[in-house]
């Protein structure tokens, strides 16, 4: 913000009043709600503080490379953040650098919007045996997250198994079993393009608990990876006893997708010869029991059992039982992709068992009713599930919330904003022009590497660039 602006802001802030917002994390959750507040209210202030130094969240180091498209949302936050009223000030971690209480000292509204950055784990034997990964820091390591920059992912063996069915155990699939070449295009790392390169892997295991008719990835998802070259989707036939005769009566999209794992069923059953170099094979019904490790606690396969499903009716509300009966995969490398969870940044907040800030409909209860009030949007309110689709609809619901909160604020209350919250600071911040900087940077080193870009994976570097 120009010094002109910042001065004219505070001289409102003692007069009329802007309400000043504070924004923790700048992901999409994060930024549609600045959209929606400073479309709804004119005179605000909004300040979106990020951990990291660079924005977008997810976008940026969940969504999978060879998605360019979904990334395309990058261009209309980029419009929000160079707004006057709003600011983003990157490199400063709430609940570290800054705490909560101090944020709702010095603003009128805190948004929480910190998303999900933990993995649920499995709590079975030996899930800490080498080449056992979560999928959160795999996706980490091919994105560039500095912090999974050097995940130690071995992918010598011929075998790998995704635990989970969701859209990022495909994505995870996909990533493995995808020809180099058209990786090669895409914004992922290097370092992740070098290993994929000398990759061994030809068969990937997607291991669900339940059956097809419970899935959770999505059609588009399943049929990118049903068009996959060199790569063929091999069905278990015994897994879908009885799934014809209920496709009929089943809603839309379910119906859609059952369709589609049926229809690829059948043409594999046609094949007269497989002549693709890569397998992947979903497997339904299955519950790791645990991993089986070798001398050196390398992981090389995994105890299944079976299980049964329960209930009738609805498909999504069956209940899944594990039998005694047991089966063994071998392999020698396994991800674990079975969610996201949240974590707390403040003894305030009370963390719920889905994974998610304890909120309702947004709003945070606190017993501090002098401080700000506090806000939680995206998968930190609404747990960790979700396209980008869901959590701007959320952002927007909550946004309108908070505004017709700001718009009873009592004219007494001025707040300093972050021209206060900078006095505690002891870290160096990333503004928005910073930021350009480094994106400048990363969008050069890839034309050079035939990419669209190169991402920096060290925070130093970041830092550097910005502040050239
Ligand atoms: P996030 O995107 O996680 O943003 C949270 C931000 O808060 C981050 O920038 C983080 O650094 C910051 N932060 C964390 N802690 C702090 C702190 N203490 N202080 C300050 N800042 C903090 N959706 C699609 O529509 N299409 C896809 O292809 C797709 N692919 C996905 C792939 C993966 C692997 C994953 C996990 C999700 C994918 N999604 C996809 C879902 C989509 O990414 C989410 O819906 C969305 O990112 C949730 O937004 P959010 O703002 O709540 O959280």
Redesign the pocket.
């Known amino acids: 913000m120009s010094t002109k602006l910042r001065m004219f802001t505070r001289m409102m802030s003692s007069s009329t009043r802007v309400p000043q917002v504070c924004i923790?994390?700048?992901?999409?959750?994060?930024f549609y709600a600045a959209m929606r507040l400073t479309k709804k209210l004119a005179n605000v202030h909004v300040d979106i503080?990020?951990?990291?130094p660079v924005p977008?969240?997810?976008?940026r180091y969940?969504?999978?490379p060879d998605?360019p498209e979904?990334k395309n949302v990058i261009n209309q936050f980029t419009k929000v953040a160079q707004q006057d009223n709003v600011n983003f000030y990157g490199n400063?971690?709430?609940?570290k650098d800054v705490t909560l209480p101090q944020l709702r000292q010095n603003y009128d509204a805190v948004l929480l919007?910190?998303?999900?950055?933990e993995d649920k784990e499995l709590g079975i034997q030996n899930e800490d045996a080498r080449n056992v990964i979560a999928a959160r820091n795999f996706?980490g390591w091919y994105n560039g997250l500095p912090s999974d920059k050097d995940l130690q992912v071995d992918l010598s063996n011929d075998t790998a198994a995704v635990l989970g069915q969701g859209?990022?155990a495909l994505?995870v699939a996909r990533i493995l079993l995808s020809p180099i070449d058209k990786l090669k295009k895409t914004d992922i790392t290097q370092h992740a393009l070098d290993a994929l390169a000398e990759s061994k892997i030809r068969n990937l295991y997607l291991i669900g608990r339940r059956g097809p008719l419970q899935v959770a990835f999505t059609i588009k998802e399943l049929r990118e990876q049903l068009k996959m070259k060199d790569c063929s989707t091999i069905w278990r036939e015994s897994d879908f006893a009885g799934v014809a005769d209920v496709v009929a009566n089943l809603p839309r999209p379910r119906k859609r997708l059952t369709e589609l794992m049926l229809k690829s069923l059948e043409e594999n059953k046609l094949k007269k010869e497989d002549t693709n170099s890569k397998r992947l094979y979903p497997i339904f019904l299955r519950s790791p029991n645990k991993f089986i490790t070798d001398k050196d606690n390398v992981v090389k396969g995994i105890e299944l059992f079976e299980n049964r499903l329960y209930g009738k009716g609805n498909v999504e509300e069956q209940k899944c039982v594990s039998t005694n009966e047991m089966e063994l995969l071998d392999c020698g490398l396994a991800l674990r992709s079975i969610g996201?969870k949240s974590v707390s940044?403040d003894e305030e907040l009370e963390l719920l068992p889905q994974g998610m800030v304890n909120n309702d409909k947004g709003r945070i209860w606190d017993a501090h009713p002098r401080l700000a009030k506090m806000y939680a949007a995206?998968?930190?309110g609404t747990g960790p599930v979700?396209?980008?689709?869901?959590?701007m609809g959320n952002a927007f619901q909550v946004a309108n919330m908070m505004y017709e909160d700001l718009s009873k604020l009592p004219r007494s209350r001025a707040r300093g904003g972050f021209e206060e919250i900078k006095r505690i600071l002891r870290n160096e911040i990333v503004d928005w022009e910073g930021w350009s900087k480094i994106d400048r940077y990363e969008i050069e080193q890839g034309k050079k590497m035939g990419k669209p870009r190169e991402k920096i994976c060290d925070i130093g570097k970041m830092m550097e660039i910005a502040y050239s």
């Open positions: 923790v994390g700048a992901g999409p959750a994060g503080i990020e951990k990291l977008f969240g997810l976008i969940g969504v999978a998605h979904v400063i971690t709430v609940g919007t910190y998303g999900a950055e996706v859209n990022v994505d996201y940044i995206g998968w930190l979700g396209v980008i689709l869901h959590t």
